[in-house]
C-alpha cells in the first residue's frame, strides 16, 4: 500500500493573492479532519530567509501534498534553496485557483498526483496540470 | 534589518496520551494566531509529519493536571520544552509563544513582506540579463557561474521588472498578481514580448535620464534661478509616472521614483553589465 501523503499548509500571510475564505476554509478543514499536518505562516518568506526548515519539509520518502499556490513558484521556492521536492511524489493543490471546497478535497484526499514538471524540463505551455 | 537565514521556531501542538484533545475550533483559532505570527506548527494527528532537524521544538498542548513532561531528545541534538496552555487563549497562547521565541533565537516575523524574484531553474539559460538589468544587485552568480538571487532584501516590493525583461519568462514573483509572473503556466504569447522589453530597458535602462536631461536643459535657465530642489523632483515624477503609464508596465511609482541619478544609474548598469559579461566569459572559457 503507498504511503499516506504528508501534508503541508502555507498559510501565504503576508499578501492577499490566495483568497481569505479559501485559507481559512482549507484550515479549517484540516482541523475537523484529525489528520496530522504542518502548517507554515508563508513559504516566501522562509525561502527569503533560506529556512533550514524547509529542508525539514522536502525531506522523507512519503509523498507530500502541499497546499499553497502555483506549482511551479512552489518548486522553486523549495528548489531555490536547496531543498528540492521530490517531482514524483508532490502534488501542490492550488488555493489561488481552487475553492476552499475543492482545495481542501484535493488535500485529504489520499491519492497523490504529482503535479510538478520534472527536473530539467520546463513546464509544458499546456502541460502542466492545474490542480 | 537584512534578512538572515534563519530558522522559525517548530511549534508541536499536542493531542496525545497525558494530554487533552483540543476540538477543531480550538484547534483553528491557536492555528489561524500561531501562523499570522509567523509560527510553523505541526498539529499531529493521524498521520506521519515532517521529520525533525536540529532546530528548536516548543511543544504545547492541555496536559493532565498541567504537567508538562519531562523529555528530551534521545540524541541531544534538539532542543525541546513544554508548555501547557490550558485555561489560555489563542491570544495568550501567541503570547506565551513569544516569550519562548525570544530564548530560542530563532525567526522574527513580519518584518518585510517577502517580495523577492523566484529562478524557475528549468526555463532559465544562464543568460544573464536579469544580472544586467538589475540596479539594486539583486542578483550574482555562483562559483559555477549559475545565475542566482543573492541580495533579495535588496528587492523593491511590488516591482516585478526583472521579470519583464527575461526571454523565457524564468523569473517568478509568486505574490504577484497574475501569470506567469506569479508562477502560473507560461503560454507561447509571455514569450514573445520584444516590445516589451525594449519598452522596459528603456525606461529603466537610460532613456528616460536622457529624456530628463533634455527637459532639464530646456528648462535650466527656469530651476537655476528658481533654485527649486523640489520643482525639480517633481518634475522628475511627472516624467516618469507619464513613462511608467505609456508604457504599460507594473513598477510601482515609489520604486521609479526611488532610482538613483542618471550618473548613479549609468554606473550601476556598467557594474552590472560588466558582471554579467564575466560570468558569460566565465561559462565559455569553462
Not at chain 1, 23 to 43: P, R
Not at chain 2, 1 to 18: H, K, N, P, Q, S
Not at chain 2, 54 to 70: C, H, I, K, M, Y
Not at chain 2, 99 to 114: D, V
Request: charge should be negative.
Amino acid at each position: 500500500m503507498a504511503d499516506k501523503p504528508r501534508i503541508l499548509f502555507c498559510h501565504c500571510n503576508y499578501a492577499q493573492v490566495v483568497p481569505e475564505e479559501v485559507k481559512a476554509g482549507v484550515l479549517q478543514s484540516l482541523c475537523e479532519s484529525g489528520q496530522a499536518f504542518e502548517a507554515v505562516a508563508d513559504l516566501c518568506e522562509m525561502a527569503a530567509r533560506r529556512d533550514p526548515a524547509l529542508k525539514r519539509l522536502a525531506a522523507g520518502e512519503a509523498p507530500v501534498k502541499i497546499a499553497a499556490c502555483y506549482p511551479r513558484a512552489v518548486k522553486w521556492l523549495f528548489g531555490g534553496c536547496q531543498a528540492p521536492l521530490n517531482t514524483d511524489r508532490t502534488e501542490v493543490v492550488n488555493m489561488r485557483e481552487l475553492s476552499a471546497k475543492d482545495a481542501a478535497r484535493a488535500l485529504l484526499d489520499e491519492k497523490v498526483t504529482p503535479n510538478l514538471a520534472a527536473d530539467g524540463l520546463a513546464a509544458a505551455t499546456e502541460g502542466e496540470k492545474k490542480i | 534589518m537584512a534578512i538572515a537565514d534563519e530558522t522559525t521556531l517548530r511549534i508541536v501542538l499536542y493531542e496525545g496520551a497525558g494530554a487533552a484533545t483540543l476540538d477543531a475550533a480550538e484547534r483553528g483559532s491557536t492555528l489561524t494566531a500561531l501562523l499570522g505570527k509567523g509560527y510553523a506548527v505541526t498539529c499531529a494527528g493521524s498521520g506521519a509529519v515532517a521529520p525533525a532537524d536540529d532546530s528548536a521544538l516548543l511543544v504545547l498542548g492541555r496536559f493532565e493536571n498541567g504537567q508538562t513532561p519531562e523529555a528530551e531528545d534521545a540524541n541531544g541534538a534538539v532542543p525541546i520544552q513544554f508548555r501547557d496552555i490550558d485555561g489560555l487563549d489563542s491570544e495568550g497562547i501567541t503570547a506565551l509563544v513569544e516569550e519562548e521565541r525570544e530564548s530560542t533565537q530563532t525567526a522574527q516575523h513580519g518584518e518585510w513582506k517577502p517580495w523577492f524574484p523566484v529562478i524557475d531553474y528549468d526555463r532559465c539559460t544562464n543568460c544573464m540579463q536579469c544580472l544586467s538589468f538589475c540596479l539594486f544587485d539583486v542578483y550574482g552568480v555562483d562559483d559555477e557561474q549559475e545565475i542566482q538571487v543573492q541580495n533579495n532584501d535588496n528587492c523593491k516590493t511590488n516591482c516585478p521588472a526583472c521579470s519583464r525583461v527575461c526571454p523565457e519568462a524564468a523569473i517568478m514573483f509568486p505574490k504577484y498578481k497574475s501569470g506567469p509572473i506569479n508562477g502560473d503556466v507560461v503560454s507561447d504569447g509571455d514569450l514573445n514580448r520584444e516590445k516589451m522589453k525594449i519598452d522596459i530597458s528603456a525606461l529603466l535602462g537610460g532613456d528616460v535620464y536622457q529624456m530628463l536631461r533634455d527637459r532639464s536643459q530646456r528648462s535650466r535657465s527656469r530651476f537655476s534661478k528658481e533654485r527649486s530642489s523640489d520643482k525639480a523632483l517633481g518634475e522628475r515624477t511627472k516624467c516618469l509616472t507619464k513613462l511608467a503609464a505609456e508604457a504599460d508596465i507594473d513598477i510601482p511609482l515609489e520604486v521609479l521614483q526611488s532610482l538613483p541619478s542618471a550618473d548613479e544609474i549609468a554606473e550601476k548598469s556598467a557594474a552590472a553589465n560588466a558582471k554579467a559579461t564575466a560570468a558569460l566569459a566565465a561559462q565559455k572559457s569553462g
